[in-house]
């Protein structure tokens, strides 16, 4: 997943974050900064434009992969949406959810907030103090360079096949863009803001709360979605290997059965769910980087 | 017109001393040169005067500021408020930054941001509301309470660092060039403003600035430092009206004597040669 936070500044049409553009009653005007971009992206028409929008492409995508299953010698596969999309029905709103669908979204939700916790923890301790970064800094560079799949037939041992070995691959392969990225992003504190809040007497966990977090929190949001696609995948790899239940063993095991619309139906759920996760993870993210997103369409209109 | 620091200010004379710098010395020891920013610096404020500091550029005001401020430790000297020696940035000091969009919240509204150190200070929620209110008022932003800083003009946003600085109801207020980075006519408005305030409240301000006509219009007195080493050059006392007009006053014969006084002290500054203040 190549988009980041830092790069991503659309506007939305309707941003919670920003307040009304206040009135402009004083001699400095205000720039108004919040208008609108888009005119009568807001009304119904607007609305069903964008949805058709949207739906094109992948409309024309899945009409031409139903064009070539169409033809005679497609093969046994590649089978055609309709029995895909069957096969998704009858497999994902059955019982399978629960065996398979839940425990995968378990692990891959409870690893990715330990990475995450794990990740800004120890970032903010990296970025605070030049320290502890150079006596560790080596280490992570190590660590970090190993490659989290190489982990599974370790963690076997270990741990066995059960959902601490799943998790502990997710962990490991989820914590270093977060922690990176944190690092940096405490880094780049503004030392003006930061002499500021000492000034006014700001210190401890509220100077944590308040300024370090969320000065650094474009930086961590960043961080935070490029370890949530790397999540998903991490997964899918963890539940390959040994493993009786979740989407990954799911995938492998019609595969190996030859019941390939299931496999096709598999992968299907595979990239709803990441479209999902994705766009929680974007409207959570419009909520807490509001702020920024206004301030840097600020700079740039200057 | 001048004095040397050791004598008190004529109409200052009944007011206790509010801050008072010592004998500060800054070194920067960078490997194997260490650069001398500020020699020797001794001056004081008398509780309530608003002194202005102005001196050539890269004489050091801003090293100066952050010693006085607490945030950095001289290398030799003190600093004392109250009578209290300054370690640390002290509760009774507010300070206004050059960059004062660098010194907002950008994460936080104009009110939460006056509202934060109030709220460090453990202050009741109603008397914050109370002085945040106030403040804003006081700035002329209170329609703009609820508004990001960044959704507001350069001028504006100092203006909420004012209002933040005010609310705190500091014993000082420090502000280190706060109108370097704004227009022209937004300047000559909070210049006003601040004159306004410090008459309303009574504070001690400390006014950093580079600038000479806006050392005269706005100081009481005109602390002239002098070039790299910094040692104080001149004390020149403004004995211009309280009531102060951007028009009149700066037209104001006495205001363009004292303005050329301090002119000479600085190109006097620049050569490197401390003369004896006349």
Not at chain 2, 143 to 172: C, K, N, T
Request: aromatic letters at 8%; charged letters at 20%; a neutral charge.
């Amino acid at each position: 997943m190549s988009r980041t936070a830092l790069g991503d500044t659309r506007s939305t049409p309707h941003d919670p974050q920003n307040p009304p553009t206040a009135d402009p009653t004083e001699q400095e005007s205000p720039v108004a900064r919040t208008t609108r971009r888009r005119p009568g992206a807001g009304g119904p028409a607007g609305v069903a434009l964008r949805t058709a929008h949207i739906l094109l492409l992948p409309t024309v995508l899945i009409g031409l992969y139903w064009a070539f299953t169409a033809q005679p010698g497609a093969g046994f596969y590649t089978p055609t949406p309709s029995a895909i999309g069957s096969a998704f029905a009858e497999l994902w709103f059955s019982d399978r959810f629960f065996v398979d669908v839940l425990p995968s979204l378990g692990r891959l939700l409870t690893g990715f907030a330990l990475a995450a916790l794990i990740g800004v923890g120890l970032g903010v301790l990296l970025g605070l103090d030049s320290r502890v970064r150079a006596t560790i800094e080596p280490v992570l560079e190590f660590l970090r360079a190993i490659p989290p799949p190489v982990l599974v037939p370790l963690m076997i041992m270990l741990a066995g096949i059960d959902d601490t070995m799943k998790i502990t691959v997710i962990v490991f392969g989820c914590v270093w863009p977060i922690l990176l990225n944190t690092v940096e992003g405490v880094r780049a504190v503004d030392p003006v803001l930061s002499d500021t809040a000492r000034c006014y007497g700001i210190t401890g966990t509220t100077r944590l709360r308040v300024l370090i977090l969320r000065s650094a929190s474009p930086q961590i949001m960043a961080g935070l979605r490029l370890a949530l696609a790397l999540a998903i995948i991490l997964m899918v790899i963890s539940e390959m290997f040994a493993s009786s239940s979740g989407l990954g063993f799911a995938i492998v095991q019609f595969q190996r059965t030859f019941a390939i619309p299931e496999m096709w139906a598999g992968m299907v759920l595979l990239g709803v769910l990441g479209f999902v996760l994705s766009s929680l993870f974007e409207f959570v993210e419009g909520r807490v980087l509001g702020w920024y997103r206004g301030l840097r369409a600020a700079h740039r209109g200057e | 017109m001048t004095t040397t620091h050791e004598s008190v200010p004529h109409h200052l004379g009944e007011r206790p001393t509010m801050l008072k710098v010592t004998g500060l010395q800054k070194i920067y020891n960078g490997g194997a040169t260490a650069v001398e920013a500020v020699r020797d610096l001794t001056f004081e404020l008398a509780q309530g005067e608003l002194v202005c500091l102005v001196g050539p550029s890269g004489c050091g005001k801003t090293t100066l500021l952050k010693c006085i401020a607490g945030l950095m430790p001289p290398t030799n000297g003190t600093v004392e408020l109250a009578g209290q020696p300054v370690l640390s940035p002290p509760p009774g000091m507010a300070v206004v930054f050059q960059e004062y969009g660098r010194s907002l919240f950008a994460w936080m509204s104009v009110s939460a941001n006056v509202e934060l150190p109030l709220k460090e200070k453990k202050l009741p929620k109603a008397r914050r509301a109370e002085l945040v209110a106030e403040s804003l008022e006081a700035v002329g932003l209170t329609d703009f309470a609820d508004a990001y800083p960044w959704q507001l003009s350069g001028g504006m946003q100092q203006r909420v660092a004012i209002a933040r600085a005010i609310a705190y109801e500091p014993q000082v207020l420090l502000m280190d060039e706060p109108f370097a980075a704004v227009d022209a006519q937004t300047r000559a408005d909070l210049e006003d403003l601040v004159r306004q305030i410090w008459k309303r409240l009574g504070v001690t301000v400390l006014f950093v600035t580079h600038d000479i006509d806006e050392a005269v219009y706005l100081g009481e007195r005109v602390l002239v430092l002098s070039n790299s080493p910094t040692v104080v050059q001149d004390d020149v006392i403004v004995d211009l009206p309280v009531e102060r007009d951007q028009l009149t006053t700066r037209q104001d014969e006495r205001f363009t004597h004292l303005r050329a006084h301090v002119y000479a002290q600085i190109q006097q500054a620049k050569k490197g040669t401390p003369t004896p203040a006349a």
